[in-house]
């Protein structure tokens, strides 16, 4: 795998993926203290969702690596 830099519209969903997890987290955390149980669940697996696409590039790499390790060419 070729080193490869990353567009700029790559870093700008990146960013706004993390952003909306920290957002969606505060929410849920109101949701919860709220007595809204399962709006607060709800918003928290979209918080952890978020954060996954926020770092989907890094999960790539690194399931690519584990590929290349398990089965090599």
Not at 47 to 66: G, P, W
């Amino acid at each position: 795998m070729s080193k490869r830099r990353r567009s700029t519209g790559e870093l700008i969903s990146s960013v706004a993926f993390f952003g909306a997890s920290i957002w969606l987290g505060f929410e849920a955390k109101i949701f919860m203290e709220n007595d809204n149980i399962l709006k607060g669940v709800l918003v928290y697996s979209g918080a952890f969702l978020s954060l996954l696409a926020a770092m989907r590039f890094t999960i790539q790499r690194i399931v690519v690596k584990f590929g290349e390790v398990l089965w090599p060419k």
